[in-house]
């Protein structure tokens, strides 16, 4: 059974950074994508960006692009989210997720079959 656990979620001053982990297990295939996504309270989950875990594509948003940063372990069985310059608008709880394996990798939520419980991240003076 596919399983994600994120961590690493903190409160942070503007300015700072934090790296969040996905530690991932259970996957019987090697065709997946590992999305981050975040919900802020009372806005719409938000893609982030992925990596394909078959050949390393990468693609972050244009909204946090020069910020945030998608990298994986050696091992492919933990995936990065590092956060610079974080802002009061990065407040949010952030989830990362697992495509259906051999989907063509894409930042849609709807694409994703599985998820973490999300990490709180809070970026406040």
């Known amino acids: 059974q596919v399983h994600l656990v994120e961590s690493g979620g903190d409160w942070v001053r503007p300015g700072g950074s934090l790296r969040l982990s996905c530690a991932l297990s259970?996957?019987?295939?090697?065709?997946?994508?590992i999305g981050w996504f975040r919900q802020a309270p009372g806005k719409a989950r938000e893609g982030i960006g992925f990596?394909?875990?078959?050949?390393?594509?990468?693609y972050i948003t244009d909204s946090v692009k020069g910020r945030f940063a998608i990298t994986r372990a050696d091992a492919r069985n933990l995936v990065y989210l590092q956060m610079n310059n974080l802002k009061s608008e990065d407040t949010a709880i952030y989830y990362c997720?697992?495509?259906?394996?051999?989907?063509?990798?894409?930042?849609?939520?709807?694409?994703?079959?599985?998820w973490g419980q999300g990490t709180q991240v809070t970026v406040s003076p």
């Open positions: 997720a697992a495509d259906v394996p051999g989907n063509p990798p894409v930042l849609m939520a709807a694409e994703y079959a599985h």
């Open positions: 990596i394909s875990n078959t050949d390393g594509r990468l």
């Open positions: 259970g996957f019987t295939s090697d065709a997946y994508t």
